[in-house]
């Protein structure tokens, strides 16, 4: 039998402002923010979607995305994974940060 059971699984940043990255039979990163750092809210519509947009640009530069390339995602190190979060957080709370659904580019969010 075939395990087509995911290999991560990502909560998004919520009220608590922690974001949770569980990873499938190893381990848990959850990555707290420092409220001194965290942009004043605007607006939170697109903020969960922009979460997801920037960790799917993020694993596909990292050339992660695929059937084939699930052993090569299960490999990644906990710490890389952290960082990938980190920066689709970075990216919501560019969105959070102006009026409208309006993610950031990634010339923009380079800068952060």
């Not at 990502?10 to 922690?18: C, F, I, K, R």
């Not at 990555?31 to 939170?44: L, Q, S």
């Given at each position: 039998m075939t395990d087509i059971g995911s290999i991560a699984t990502?909560?998004?940043?919520?009220?608590?402002?922690?974001a949770r990255l569980v990873e499938a039979r190893r381990a848990t990163a959850t990555?707290?923010?420092?409220?001194?750092?965290?942009?004043?809210?605007?607006?939170?519509v697109g903020a969960g979607d922009t979460v997801m947009g920037a960790l799917l640009d993020v694993l596909i530069d990292a050339d992660l995305i695929g059937a084939d390339r699930r052993q090569a995602l299960r490999d990644v190190p906990l710490g890389v994974l952290e960082s990938i979060m980190r920066r689709s957080a970075d990216a919501a709370a560019v969105t959070a940060a102006r009026s409208g659904a309006d993610p950031p580019t990634r010339a923009e969010l380079a800068a952060v």
């Open positions: 990502v909560l998004e940043p919520g009220a608590s402002d922690v990555i707290t923010f420092d409220p001194n750092t965290r942009p004043t809210v605007v607006d939170t």
